[in-house]
């Protein structure tokens, strides 16, 4: 599998700002996804990462709050955006492909203040 | 009923046992199903793919699928206190294969 990483690690921030995550992946993948995962939570997903093409979000989760880009096949941002406490999670991206596998890469632990 | 399921323990075994940890799924969901290990602060680690009906090992693990009853089951033998983690188990989607993750149930090996 890919080797995936994501930076940052953790952060620190204040309610109503933003926070844009990044995932690279060490070869190209057709597929990125990015979860969430609520303190004490599963994974939840939020979008399905496109390349060349706007994501694809799930019930819940919308483009103005998490805008997410794929310029190419290994890089995905995630974008949280004028966060609240409630964004305090763990985001995740992942590789892989519908009805298969996918790996995870490290996570980035946020906390909104 | 939830799509994925699972007992969020904690289930505790000795050291040396057989933990057997449990999941069912709805009719949302089919075809392939996995097996996730996560240690606290970690992100989770693929341990065990499964897509058809019957038992598939690797090593200590065995993971059972039995479709006709929606019940997936991961047996890790010989339990060590390296193995108390949460495992989370995931299925995709019938619809769309996406994965659909259980709450995880969370194992403690006790030495």
């Known amino acids: 599998s890919a080797v995936i990483s994501q930076k940052p690690s953790r952060d620190i921030c204040q309610r109503g700002t933003s926070l844009t995550i990044q995932c690279q992946v060490d070869s190209q993948v057709t597929m990125m996804f990015w979860y969430r995962q609520q303190p004490g939570q599963s994974l939840t997903l939020i979008a399905t990462?496109?390349?060349?093409?706007?994501?694809?979000?799930e019930s819940g989760f919308v483009i103005d709050k998490f805008p997410i880009s794929r310029p190419n096949l290994t890089f995905s941002t995630l974008t949280v955006s004028n966060m609240s406490p409630e964004d305090s999670s763990i985001y995740l991206c992942?590789?892989?492909?519908?009805?298969?596998?996918?790996?995870f890469g490290p996570g980035t632990r946020l906390t909104v203040l | 009923q939830k799509e994925v399921e699972q007992n969020s323990g904690p289930l505790s075994v000795p050291e040396g046992a057989i933990a057997s940890l449990n999941c069912t799924y709805s009719?949302?969901?089919?075809?392939?199903f996995f097996w996730y290990r996560q240690y606290s602060g970690k992100s989770p680690e693929l341990i065990m793919s499964?897509?058809?009906?019957g038992d598939k090992e690797d090593g200590r693990f065995t993971a059972q699928l039995n479709k006709a009853s929606q019940y997936v089951s991961l047996l890790i033998r010989d339990s060590q206190p390296s193995d108390s983690a949460t495992y989370l188990c995931a299925g995709s989607s019938s619809n769309t294969g996406k994965l659909i993750f259980g709450q995880g149930t969370t194992l403690q090996v006790k030495p």
């Open positions: 990462a496109n390349q060349g093409s706007e994501a694809t979000y």
């Open positions: 009719d949302r969901v089919s075809q392939s």
């Open positions: 499964i897509y058809s009906n």
């Open positions: 992942s590789d892989g492909t519908y009805y298969n596998e996918q790996f």
